[in-house]
Each structure stands twice: as C-alpha cells, then as structure tokens.
C-alpha cells in the first residue's frame, strides 16, 4: 500500500523537528535525569505532607494529587524535549521567541489578576503562566544570536541584549519583577559562556545594580516593591525585623522562623510550624525551602542543596562535551536556569536579598513551572546526545 505524497512529506517535517533515531541513546546522560526525578519525587513527598497537615487541621489550601495531576501532564514535554533536534531548533529559534512574546503580551487582555498581578492564563488542567515560558524563550533566542558572534565588537552586543530586554520588561510591566530578573542571570551567563569579558559583564552588572537602586529612589518601581525593599533593609537587624513581624516583615518573619526552627534534625514531615499554624505565606511554593529547612533541619537541607548543586555541575559538565555552538550554549543556558532559581529562592527565604516570588524547580507547586522545567531538562539532555554533524567553528576545538 502506497503511502500519499502529502503524508510523507508530513512525516517529513515532523521528522526534521523530532526524532527517535537520530538520538544517540548510548550517550544521554541519564544521571542527569536521574538527580532532577530524584529531586521531583523529594518534591512530591514534602506536598503530600502539607496536605495531609491541613487535612488534619481542616484546611483545603493544598492539594497533592492536583500536583501529582500536574507533574503527569506536563512530564511528557522531557520526553519530546529529549527528542527536538539541534538543527531544527536552531533554525526554529525566533518561532520559539516569537511565541512567547505573545503570550506575554496576551497576558494584559485575558490574564488572571491574583495578588495585584496579572500574570496567568486559565488552562483546563491548570494556569499557564507565560513568564516561566519567556525564560527557555530567552535561552533558546540567545544561543541562536550568540551562535555566530564572540562579542569582540560593541555592536554584537545589541541584538542579544534587546533579545532578553524585551521580554523581561514585558514580564517586570505585569508586575513580576522577581521572574523578570530571574533572566538577568542567565542572560549574563550566556554572555559569558559566548565569549563575553568577566569585567564587560562585571561592568553591566553594576550598571543594573545602579538602575536598580535607582528606580527604587525616584519611586519608578512599584509602592510594593520597593517597600520590599526597605523591609528588607530594616529586617537585616533582629530587632526591626521582630518589630515588624505583625506588618511588612511578616513573611520574612515567618521564614525565618521556620528555618531557625529547624535546628539540626528537623521536626519531621508535616509537623513545623510552618505546616502546624499555617502562617508562611505561600509555603507550598515560593517559601517552600523554609519548609524544607524547619523539617529536615540542616542536614536535610544541605543534603538537598547538595542534589540541587550537582544537577547544575552535572548541566555544566554536559555543556561543556557537546562541541556545537548552539547546543552548547542552551545546555549551558539549562544550566543557569537551576542555579539562578536556586540561588534566589533560597536567598529570599533567608533573607539575603529582598522578598520575591521565585519557585524553586522541581519542588514548587505550579504546572508552568513543571512544564518549563521538565521541557528545558529535555532540551538540555537530547540537544547533548544528537551530535549532528555541524560546520561551525567550535565543531572544530580539540
């Protein structure tokens, strides 16, 4: 029986984007995947205890087979990021992009307002958030323009920074300044990985310092954050942080409560105070640590950062075997996605940098962040183990 012409060049082109034989299975690099299932599954235990807390204390604030509903919805998107191909994704770059602009700009007309954000779209199974997209947006736009520059002249600069300027000022206007910078780590990441210079990026990094501090003075921010950022400011010592702890300090007040009731064992699952009364605002998602941190104590959290610290070491290491330009540098981009939610999240809760909605990858509750998470894990395993054949000068280095 012939096969339709129309039909095979379907194929075709499904071929071009995905494939299962071009993957050399041999050569994935499955411990990475090992460590970031290992860390998911951490995950879903600390849920299943906060809901069965608030079962016992008849609360409905979290709900663990909706987070199981949602990690097996998104978790295929690994599986077809495992199976994208380098080329076609290069070549798919600005579609990619593109299409993430979009979502970000449809956020202002059908968004979901909560918090004073408008930062959701509602979907059937759960609430996409069109920010968590920007950032493997972001990755993949950058590797495509820094795939043919080393940024030796000024002007190579232009595209890439106008590329990762422009969707995270979509995202810091909804408001949600805390994501927007998320990018800011992994935009000067890539710089570097590219061939950028460490005193150019230590320059642009004290020129956004200063813009920053800047916006905050002449009241270009919004009345919200930069209060966060004077209560911050004013929590750095016990006792303005114990005065406040009934007004602007009140979540930072209870993180770091729970954290220093941690002690060096914990208090067991389910059973901090964190759980117990309830008080940690947004404990199932960006204050998640400071639960990790008051029921497996210090132990516990170091083991469990020490697992974080070496899937981003792990990433690294990938990026820096894969010899295409391209795939090298969204591994790489991967890479600074873990560490930067990783290192903002815990600062936040420990009081290092201002309070901030960051989740942390893998833990939070949250299908966007599942489905970025899980996509981008994907892309950063099968990119490495496609090896095809590619003329750019790295494909060269000894």
């Not at 409905?60 to 097996?72: A, H, P, S, T, W």
């Not at 043919?148 to 595209?159: G, P, S, Y």
């Not at 979509?170 to 570097?192: E, K, S």
Request: proline share 4%.
């Amino acid at each position: 029986m012939s096969t339709s012409p129309f039909a095979r060049e379907r194929g075709s082109s499904l071929e071009r984007a995905v494939s299962l034989r071009h993957v050399r299975w041999l050569e994935v690099d499955w411990h990475v995947l090992a460590v970031a299932l290992s860390l998911c599954a951490l995950g879903l235990v600390f849920v299943h205890a906060m809901d069965e807390a608030d079962e016992y204390y008849l609360r409905g604030d979290i709900d663990f087979v909706k987070q199981l509903e949602r990690v097996i919805l998104t978790f295929p998107a690994l599986l077809v990021g495992l199976l994208v191909r380098p080329r076609w994704l290069r070549r798919s770059s600005w579609l990619v992009f593109v299409v993430a602009v979009i979502l970000l700009l449809l956020v202002p007309l059908v968004g979901e307002v909560r918090n004073g954000a408008r930062r959701w779209i509602q979907l059937p199974r759960f609430d996409l958030q069109p920010s968590e997209l920007a950032k493997l947006g972001v990755i993949v736009i950058l590797a495509r323009a820094l795939y043919t520059t080393r940024l030796k002249r000024a002007k190579d600069w232009i595209v890439p920074l106008a590329l990762a300027g422009l969707p995270m000022g979509l995202v810091a206007l909804q408001p949600d300044l805390g994501t927007a910078m998320t990018i800011v780590p992994i935009t000067l990441g890539m710089l570097y990985a590219a061939g950028a210079r460490m005193r150019v990026l230590f320059g642009g990094v004290l020129l956004v310092v200063l813009l920053g501090a800047g916006a905050v003075r002449f009241g270009v921010v919004h009345e919200y954050q930069a209060q966060r950022v004077d209560t911050w400011l004013d929590a750095l010592t016990p006792e303005q942080l114990i005065e406040n702890k009934n007004g602007t300090a009140f979540h930072t007040y209870q993180a770091r409560v729970a954290i220093g009731n941690g002690g060096w064992l914990g208090t067991g699952l389910g059973q901090g105070v964190a759980n117990e009364a309830a008080h940690l605002p947004e404990r199932e998602t960006d204050s998640i640590f400071a639960v990790i941190a008051e029921e497996t104590g210090f132990v516990g959290t170091s083991g469990l950062l020490a697992l974080y610290v070496l899937l981003v070491i792990l990433l690294f290491n990938t990026a820096s075997q894969v010899r295409e330009r391209f795939s090298r540098l969204v591994v790489t981009g991967v890479g600074l996605y873990f560490a930067s939610h990783l290192f903002i999240n815990v600062s936040v809760n420990l009081g290092l940098v201002p309070m901030t909605g960051v989740p942390l990858p893998l833990f939070s509750t949250g299908g966007s962040s599942l489905l970025v998470t899980f996509l981008s894990l994907g892309l950063a395993v099968g990119l490495a183990a496609h090896r095809e054949p590619s003329l750019d000068e790295d494909a060269f280095r000894e």
